[in-house]
């Protein structure tokens, strides 16, 4: 079965530095990675994804992405943090059959001016 | 492009009674719809997939005879939540999938989000 592990339930940084937010996963086949963002009281919004090619994926906002074969991680990065970037962030998996996505538990991060 | 709209955004109901939502994809045709349901600090959980003209599959512990969901047009999906109860209140998302590869890959594009509260 499909799942994703997003082991932080929240990430704490401070504005101007990297972030990283941290994802695993565990499939059969091809992996099919997302990361989408949630405002509050908002549905989720796409940041990027990883079908294959290059391990390192690049997105909307600034974020990108690494994608880790032999870790099986796909960890959401972004070099230099905004305030507005605080948000809840969810890392999910496609299944190849049925096209369902399994997210994560979510990740709150907070970027503290 | 690629929108999806949700109807209502928010809605108070009481006990007992019935609450539609409406899911739509506003340029594209989606053949597949997905109905999730998100508690408060909490990922979301898939309810239920629905694919146009054909009866939805919902996931396992879903009731289908309490969330109802009629998907009978390309762009149009709905979810009845029957004889709503408090335990029902949270946030439903819905999500479209185009029968055609939109930029480039069959995604999922999600709805704003609807918030349900039963009193």
């Known amino acids: 079965a499909q799942s994703v592990a997003q082991p932080e339930d929240q990430v704490n940084v401070a504005e101007g530095n990297p972030l990283t937010v941290k994802c695993t996963y565990s499939v059969s086949g091809n992996p099919y990675l997302f990361w989408y963002v949630q405002y509050p009281n908002r549905g989720l919004q796409f940041l990027l994804k990883?079908?294959?090619?290059?391990?390192l994926v690049k997105g909307s906002y600034g974020f990108e992405a690494e994608f880790n074969k032999s870790q099986t991680s796909f960890h959401l990065k972004k070099p230099s943090a905004l305030v507005s970037d605080s948000a809840l962030y969810f890392c999910?998996?496609?299944?190849?059959?049925?096209?369902?996505?399994?997210f994560g538990s979510g990740t709150r991060l907070l970027v503290r001016p | 492009g690629a929108v999806v709209s949700q109807h209502p955004s928010w809605v108070i109901c009481k006990s007992g009674t019935s609450v539609k939502i409406e899911c739509r994809s506003l340029d594209f045709q989606a053949t597949t719809m997905f109905w999730y349901r998100q508690f408060p600090k909490q990922s979301l959980m898939l309810m239920a997939t629905?694919?146009?003209?054909?009866?939805?599959?919902?996931e396992q512990g879903v009731e289908k005879d309490k969330f109802l969901i009629n998907h009978a047009s390309l762009t149009l999906s709905t979810l009845t939540v029957t004889s709503a109860h408090p335990e029902d209140s949270s946030f439903y998302i819905c999500?479209?999938?185009?029968?055609?590869?939109?930029?480039?890959?069959?995604?999922?594009?999600f709805g704003p989000g609807t918030r349900l509260t039963v009193t």
């Open positions: 999910a998996v496609r299944d190849d059959s049925s096209y369902k996505l399994i």
């Open positions: 999500s479209a999938r185009a029968g055609v590869v939109l930029a480039g890959s069959y995604e999922q594009y």
């Open positions: 990883y079908i294959t090619g290059d391990n």
């Open positions: 629905s694919n146009e003209g054909s009866k939805a599959t919902y």
